[in-house]
């Protein structure tokens, strides 16, 4: 896969690095021809189901570059859900991966042909396994959290969530555990703001202001915040995780986003054009500043669609797990 | 000797000094009360959680994931209920990740009847945690098993349920824990806290020394050649008394506390069904999709040639739940006469 490229013309006003803007919207381009990739894979009878993030890039891809990146609680826990292939790819990974678990084969590299897409686990990076219920990671972070504060160093505890799945008890234990006065927990709580669940709209949902409104109940600093600029998202998220790298305190961040495929493939997975598109909205202001032309931004994409096009093929043709295996890994070997 | 809340007390403090345990929580586990059957009383790691079951289960989790080796208390099994879908997560997390990930945790709960605990604290766990693939699943009957299977638990990589019979945590052993002293009074003083104001206390730990129980392997309580009785936890020790009334009779019964439910020793069992032909299977979980049904079709698709009688199971009845008056308990769970009578039954029954 292409490594992302450098520009070298003159610098724009936007308050980051050119190589940074640069590099963001590399991996904003390389996430989202990775999920329409995958659509299309589902479309084409290559893969059962689809779930994943295009309308989160602009708040993912950030997070992913400002991971303290590494095993072990020296290093960042992500507890992540199943729209966050724009933070993987950040933090390094070969997009082939995702398609190759589209195609649940046995060389998917994040559970060998068991879980659907975008259920990422990457335990040399500290990501812990992503499951299909919406909020169970809400009530695991903590745990990470307690040991790192423990360890001492600066490594913490990020875990995210729609706000849909604020609904959910694990969510307020959350909140709670890690807030308490005796021992507050070095964690950043994100909610990705889509305004649906599922196919409910938000207000049908949920009808706090703001979800990060819940912070301040317990305490905790929050804030939210316009996750569909990245430059706004990385500003944002840099803030946060000093704070609770520093501090050894909780933070509350609501990202408002968009969901510009649906749900699922079980609602169509056909583009949403209704909402906030980041990736058109950036290319415009990266444009418009002079750090990227159309062309070269054009050209990026079509060159990172025909690589997800050839990495889908070869994923295509790879086998399956072998039928023996469903009894590997039931329980780990002592070591 | 030890009663079992003390076993379990001392295995966690070999745990703690021996095999990394690093928290030990829950509901009231810390100080001042070291639990509310005093398991956890005097602990270097213990600490108090909100009165949160599914955050309980869920740090426990996030701990085992972040290095840490949690023994996570959940203070009766009747609240572990509202923590279903994490225990499937639990269970579920090294095999969804093929391999990637592990959780090496420790989850105790007290289980089942004999305290007239009405309700919400009398309710037996093993029909349901049997049906969560990836956990390992233990239920001692006695203190010294107590004390070996729970330091084997804090050894594995996996997650462990580990069940508590409450009706017998008070329940001195009939076999000394490695370590512990002879006489139960000493033992008493130096690890029970005192009542009243404890803020000073310290206990005095004696030298305890490594034990531990495999698990996945059952134990021969007592051999017998014309019945056997497969059990564990609370109505072991009365399958134990009825085997020794019916001796009386002229009736040899074998018995075997299975003491872990998954893996669970299914060769102890097979060898006694070979060889008694008979076999009465007692647990006092209600007794619809019961643990013991999986062990009575087992044992009629693979033993069926042996048989000389029909399996029998005598369960918990199917109720949704256990009333407070002592009639009520009594009627609702396996007590010594209906375990004495099934299996003089069983011994005697002829086609």
């Given at each position: 896969m292409s490594r992302p490229r450098l520009i070298k013309e003159s610098s724009a006003p936007?308050?980051?690095?050119r190589e940074l803007l640069v590099r963001i919207h590399d991996l904003m381009v390389k996430t989202r021809t990775l999920e329409e990739r995958l659509i299309q894979m589902y479309k084409q009878g290559h893969g059962y189901f689809w779930i994943g993030g295009p309308g989160e890039e602009a708040f993912n891809v950030p997070l992913g570059l400002l991971m303290k990146k590494g095993?072990?609680?020296e290093y960042d826990y992500l507890h992540a859900h199943y729209r966050q292939s724009g933070t993987l790819l950040a933090l390094g990974e070969e997009p082939i991966g995702a398609l190759r678990q589209m195609k649940n084969t046995?060389?998917?590299?994040?559970?060998g042909g068991r879980n659907f897409a975008g259920h990422f686990s990457l335990r040399k990076y500290n990501v812990a396994p992503v499951s299909?219920?919406?909020?169970?990671q809400y009530a695991i972070a903590p745990g990470t959290a307690m040991v790192q504060k423990r360890v001492g160093g600066d490594g913490i505890t990020i875990v995210t969530g729609g706000d849909a799945g604020t609904a959910e008890g694990d969510f307020a234990s959350c909140l709670v555990w890690s807030s308490r006065p005796a021992n507050p927990l070095p964690i950043l709580i994100i909610v990705t703001n889509n305004k649906w669940g599922i196919s409910t709209a938000g207000d049908g949902q949920h009808g706090e202001t703001?979800?990060?409104?819940?912070?301040k109940a317990f305490n905790i600093q929050s804030k939210t915040i316009d996750g569909n600029d990245p430059v706004v998202a990385y500003q944002e998220l840099k803030e946060a995780m000093e704070y609770v790298r520093k501090e050894r305190k909780p933070f509350l961040l609501e990202a408002m986003v968009s969901?510009?495929?649906?749900?699922?493939?079980?609602?169509?997975?056909?583009?949403?054009?209704?909402?906030?598109?980041c990736l058109k909205n950036f290319e415009a202001r990266l444009e418009q500043e002079g750090v990227l032309t159309r062309q070269q931004m054009d050209d990026l994409r079509n060159r990172y669609t025909e690589e997800m096009a050839a990495a889908a093929r070869t994923a295509r043709d790879e086998p399956l797990p072998d039928?023996?295996?469903?009894?590997?890994?039931i329980f780990a070997e002592d070591k | 000797m030890a009663n079992m809340a003390q076993a379990i007390r001392m295995a966690l403090h070999y745990a703690e000094e021996n095999l990394g345990v690093t928290d030990i929580f829950?509901?009231?586990?810390?100080?001042?009360?070291?639990?509310v059957f005093t398991?956890?009383?005097?602990?270097?790691t213990t600490w108090n959680s909100p009165l949160d079951e599914r955050g309980i289960i869920g740090a426990a989790m996030g701990i085992a994931m972040g290095g840490g080796r949690p023994v996570a208390e959940?203070?009766?099994?009747?609240?572990?209920?509202?923590?279903i879908d994490l225990l499937k997560l639990a269970g579920n997390t090294c095999w969804s990740s093929n391999g990637d990930w592990n959780l090496p945790m420790v989850v105790r709960t007290p289980v089942g009847?004999?305290?007239?605990?009405?309700i919400y604290h009398s309710h037996s766990f093993d029909a349901t945690m049997t049906h969560i693939p990836g956990w390992k699943v233990v239920m001692p009957s006695t203190p010294l098993d107590a004390y070996g299977l729970l330091i084997s638990a804090c050894k594995e990589q996996n997650p462990v349920m580990f069940l508590e019979p409450k009706a017998l945590l008070r329940v001195k052993g009939e076999e000394r824990i490695p370590?512990?002293?002879?006489?139960d009074r000493a033992l008493s003083k130096l690890i029970d806290a005192p009542l009243g104001?404890?803020?000073q206390w310290v206990p005095q730990w004696p030298q305890l020394e490594a034990y531990a129980v495999p698990i996945g392997k059952g134990k021969l309580v007592r051999e017998g050649t014309q019945v056997t009785v497969v059990s564990y936890g609370r109505t072991l020790p009365l399958c134990a008394r009825a085997a020794a009334t019916l001796a009386d009779e002229g009736l040899s019964v074998e018995v075997i506390?299975?003491?872990?439910?998954?893996?669970?020793d299914w060769e102890m069992i097979k060898a006694s069904v070979q060889k008694t032909g008979r076999v009465l299977f007692v647990n006092e979980?209600?007794?619809?999709?019961?643990?013991g049904e999986h062990l009575m079709r087992r044992t009629v698709e693979e033993l069926f040639y042996s048989l000389l009688a029909a399996p029998k199971l005598l369960a918990?009845?199917?109720?949704?739940g256990i009333g407070l008056a002592d009639t009520l308990e009594m009627a609702s769970v396996p007590q010594q006469n209906d375990i004495t009578t099934a299996l003089r039954t069983l011994a005697h029954e002829q086609p």
């Open positions: 936007l308050p980051l690095d095993q072990g609680p046995a060389t998917d590299p994040y559970s299909s219920p919406i909020e169970v703001r979800v990060s409104d819940r912070g969901r510009l495929y649906g749900h699922s493939s079980a609602s169509g997975a056909n583009y949403v054009s209704e909402e906030v598109d039928p023996e295996s469903i009894w590997k890994h | 829950g509901e009231d586990v810390g100080a001042p009360l070291g639990g398991c956890t009383q005097g602990l270097k959940i203070q009766f099994c009747d609240y572990v209920y509202n923590t009847s004999g305290i007239r605990g009405s370590g512990e002293p002879d006489d104001d404890r803020s506390d299975l003491r872990s439910l998954w893996p669970y979980d209600t007794e619809v999709t019961n643990f918990g009845k199917f109720l949704p």
